[in-house]
Structures are given as C-alpha cells and as structure tokens.
C-alpha cells in the first residue's frame, strides 16, 4: 500500500540526479499499434488436434532466416504445408521488391510477404490462419517501414478497406489465384508511420462481410 | 468493481509525455538501452491489448511502469550485462549536489546487489508501492522493505555527505 510507504525523499532525489531521465528519448507510438496489432504465433502443442483459430505471424529479418526447402518459412515449429507454395502477387517499385506466397498447411492458409528492398531492411512476413471462412478474412500486419498489411479472404470478397491510425483509409482490391479456389488475397502498402486498425470486407455489391478490429485482444 | 479501462487516446498520451522516464526504469533493470527499448515497447504492446482491464486506481503512471518493470525484468534475465555502463551521466546537478557526489552515488548504487538495486529502481524511478514491487519480483512485502531498507543502509553515508554540503 502507498500509504504505508514513507518513502525517502532524499535518496529518490539523489537516484533521480544520479540516473538522469534522457529527456530526448522519444518513442515510436505508430511501430506500438503495429506491434500490438500483429498476432503472436501460435505454438504447437503435442496432441492438440483442435485447429488454432488464431492468425500466426513472423516477421524477421532477412538475413536472419534459414532457407528451408527453399523457403524461409519452413523450419522446426512452423506449420507443415498440406499443398504448394504459390506465388499469388508481385511488385517492384523502384528498388522497392515484394512477394506474396501462399499455400495451405496444417494450420489454415498461410500467406506470406518477403520484402528484399535493402534499405532500411529486407522483412518478412507469415500469417496462418486455419479460420479465414468464419471470420472473412486474415491479416498480418509489418512493423516495419513502410508498413504492409496483407492476408487471405473468403472467395466473395472483392475489395478491402483498412482504417489507419492517421485517419486515413486504405483500399485495395482482392488478387485471385487459379491455384486457391476457396480462397482470395490482398495486400496494401501503408504510409509510413501509420498501422491499420479496422479491416474491412466487401463484396462485389459493396455490401460489408467482414470486419477485424486489430487492436482488439484475440481469444 | 467493474475496470474502467484505459484508451488508446490515454496510453498514446502516457507513451508520449512518460517514454523517458519508462526508459529509464527499463534501462536501470536491463542496463542495455535497446533491451529496455524494446521493454518499453513490449510493456506497451501489452497494455494496448490489455487496456479494458486498467481499473483506474492509482496513478496510470505506475501501472504502466509494473508492465514496463515485468518486461525489463524478462529482458534481463536474457542477459547478463553489468548495471548501467551507457545510461546518461549526471549533467545538471542542483545547488545541493555536485558531479563528484552524483558519481559516488552513482557507483555506490552499482555496487549493491541486484535485488537491492532493483527494489530501489521500481520503488523509485516506476513510483511503485511495496505490495506491486513484492508482485514483480515474487517475493514478500517484507522481502521488499528489508531490501529498501539495506539499500538505503548501504547509501547512507553518500547521502549524508550530498546533504550535508
């Protein structure tokens, strides 16, 4: 109890002038709701034959990563593919180069963004989400900058909105793949410094299937 | 009580007007300054997800800083530095104090064993009561008093020598 603390004024004086505070330190509020809005990996349990309903997400630096099978993704722990990996989407920007992948594993569909643009930093990206139908859509959003957010759809989605945390908002529309017949992807590149904190889904009428809130704490 | 809950709008606000002194309640346990970086970060990151469970008691400065303080404490049980070699050296002493009597303090503080030194640092940099640093470090409200209590025991004569002068 703060009340019962007779706290001695000198010495907290004398640490506080001893371990000055830097006050140029300033913080990156906007890589914060990045961070808070990305998933943790689920972890695999032995014997657990119940379906994580929870979206996965790496993201590493490139160097960083062990080429597995010729993938980065693979490796101990990550989710066993069921099908092949697919090359959905591709852009280049100037020096700006980026992959979206995808394939079916164990833990629903995996979608996965490999940026190599060497400044500041090549990222990657996973997200597997085994619930993608029941919910409209899966995401995975980078911290890094620029910021993406990406995931797979339900097929009847056409379009996908995200609200930013700078009052903007961002649309895009859906990427088909003739190798995914139950599924849609899409991926938006954000300003830097922004996250997104609504997601939404529409379909070709422009009616809303689908909403995320990223911010909200998963089950 | 039903929580009150935090919202994005306070956090942002604590983020930005307490970054400094969350980093330096970080950095005085992970005496790295990107591990407590990433402390503060992490701390934060949590408390966004957690903010509907924030009951309004006391000040929000310190509930921010048992956050800060539990993900420090997981970063520097990552590593095994020594106690604050980088933080900022003392710049700007009062009428009362020297750099010469900031700097004993300073090393004196370095001396004391690691549990002193961080009972001192989240009693006073976090403004954490005895009962949430008991929590913390999982030991006993009396564990915590004795500890504050040899700390100071251990500083004294530096103190009396700053206040003295």
């Given at each position: 109890m703060k009340a019962q603390i007779a706290a001695d004024a000198r010495l907290g004086r004398a640490l506080d002038q001893a371990f000055p505070v830097d006050s140029s330190a300033a913080g990156n509020w906007a890589d914060v709701l990045s961070?808070?809005?990305?998933?943790?990996?689920?972890?695999?349990?032995?014997?657990?034959?119940?379906?994580?309903?929870?979206?996965?997400?790496?993201?590493?630096?490139?160097?960083?990563?062990?080429?597995?099978n010729g993938w980065w993704f693979f490796g101990p722990g990550t989710p066993t593919a069921t099908g092949p990996v697919v090359q959905v989407a591709s852009a280049t920007e100037g020096s700006?180069?980026?992959?979206?992948?995808?394939?079916?594993?164990?833990?629903?569909?995996?979608?996965v963004l490999t940026r190599t643009t060497p400044s500041p930093a090549p990222i990657a990206a996973e997200g597997c989400d085994p619930d993608v139908h029941a919910r409209g859509?899966?995401?995975?959003?980078?911290?890094?900058?620029?910021?993406?957010?990406?995931?797979?759809?339900?097929?009847?989605?056409?379009?996908?909105?995200?609200?930013?945390?700078?009052?903007?908002?961002?649309?895009?529309?859906?990427?088909?793949?003739?190798?995914?017949?139950?599924?849609?992807?899409?991926v938006a590149k954000l300003p830097s410094g922004t996250s997104a904190t609504?997601?939404?889904?529409?379909?070709?009428?422009?009616?809303?299937?689908a909403q995320i809130h990223t911010l909200e704490q998963r089950p | 009580m039903m929580p009150r809950g935090a919202s994005l709008t306070e956090l942002q606000a604590l983020y930005e007007r307490e970054y400094p002194r969350l980093l330096r309640l970080a950095w005085s346990i992970t005496a790295d300054r990107?591990?407590?970086?990433?402390?503060?970060?992490?701390?934060?990151?949590?408390l966004i997800r957690h903010r509907k469970s924030y009951r309004g008691e006391g000040n929000i400065f310190s509930w921010a800083g048992r956050s800060v303080a539990r993900e420090a404490l997981r970063q520097r049980s990552r590593a095994s530095k020594e106690l604050g070699g980088e933080m900022p050296e003392p710049a700007d002493p009062s009428s009362q104090?020297?750099?010469e009597q900031l700097s004993a303090i300073r090393n004196e503080t370095r001396r004391l064993p690691e549990r002193q030194r961080h009972v001192l640092f989240l009693r006073y940099f976090g403004d954490l009561a005895y009962d949430e640093i008991a929590d913390i470090l999982g030991v006993s409200v009396g564990t915590v008093s004795s500890t504050i209590h040899d700390a100071q025991a251990a500083l004294k004569p530096r103190l009396e020598e700053v206040h003295t002068r």
């Open positions: 961070a808070a809005s990305a998933v943790k990996r689920p972890r695999r349990r032995l014997g657990t034959a119940v379906a994580l309903a929870t979206a996965a997400v790496l993201i590493l630096g490139l160097p960083a990563l062990a080429a597995i700006d180069v980026w992959v979206l992948n995808a394939y079916s594993s164990d833990h629903g569909i995996c979608t859509l899966s995401y995975v959003q980078t911290g890094a900058s620029p910021p993406f957010v990406f995931g797979a759809v339900s097929p009847n989605v056409t379009r996908v909105t995200a609200s930013l945390t700078n009052g903007q908002t961002v649309s895009v529309e859906t990427i088909h793949s003739d190798s995914f017949d139950q599924y849609l992807f899409y609504v997601l939404n889904a529409f379909d070709e009428s422009g009616r809303q299937v | 990107a591990a407590a970086q990433d402390a503060v970060q992490d701390a934060f990151v949590s104090t020297d750099l």
